[in-house]
């Protein structure tokens, strides 16, 4: 789920900056940056994991910023394909159902991966999956708010140009108003699978 990935890069910090540490410093403008982003093709920076290499920093006379080459290690949220993970319902349409973990919430699960067969109910806003027991069909919903188990089976990367939202961030990622646009980095799962779903379908078996 998690791995750790190398960047090498020019990290400026301001003047006003410069009364903490200096690798605290650092630190905080790496977290800025990088925390809770998508590094393209890679996926989800979690944080900061260590520094590799500091090297010498360089103060521009035109406005006292200083420029620091280091080499860090970033932690990266990014499941491996067949990968089974927990999340939480966040939202439920006749497409399918969104999942989201404590810190991503770009997974998907289409009508076809829901467990066979499933019907969406549009005044409840949930899918049922009709179980066939030995005394009929039992109504499970997949609502908001069930925690369910998944296994992943794709995942996507998209080059979304940062809104201004973002390019002004303070590290805490995506706004609400910019939610519509296209998400940079989708997972797709399935829960039609023996064991997947909804938790409470398999704790209370």
């Known amino acids: 789920m998690f791995k750790v990935y ?7 910090t301001e003047p006003h900056k410069l009364k903490l540490d200096f690798v605290e410093c650092l630190k905080r ?12 093709d890679v996926g989800v920076c979690v944080g900061l ?3 590799q290499e500091i090297g010498t920093s360089r103060i521009a006379h035109t406005e ?14 990014r499941p491996f394909v067949g990968e089974i993970l927990y999340g939480k319902i966040s939202q439920c349409d006749d497409t399918g159902v969104w999942v989201s973990t404590l810190f991503f919430a770009e997974i998907f699960v289409s009508a076809e991966n829901l467990p066979y067969p499933s019907n969406y109910s549009e005044n409840e806003s949930a899918w049922i999956w009709e179980y066939e027991t030995d005394e009929g069909a039992a109504q499970l919903y997949m609502e908001k708010g069930s925690i ?9 990367f998209t080059d979304v140009p940062p809104t201004e939202s973002e390019t002004d961030g303070d590290g805490s990622g995506p706004s609400s108003e910019n939610k519509q646009a296209e998400p940079s980095f989708v997972l797709y799962g399935t829960m ?3 064991g997947l779903g909804c938790t409470s379908w398999w704790d209370s078996a």
């Open 192 to 194: 039609s699978e023996c």
């Open 6 to 12: 190398t960047i090498s890069q020019v990290i400026r």
């Open 29 to 40: 403008e790496i977290n800025r940056q990088f925390c809770n982003k998508v590094v393209l």
């Open 49 to 51: 994991y260590d520094f």
């Open 64 to 77: 006292g910023c200083t420029y620091t080459d280091v080499v860090f290690r970033l932690l990266i949220f």
């Open 148 to 156: 369910v188990r998944f296994r992943v089976i794709d995942m996507t």
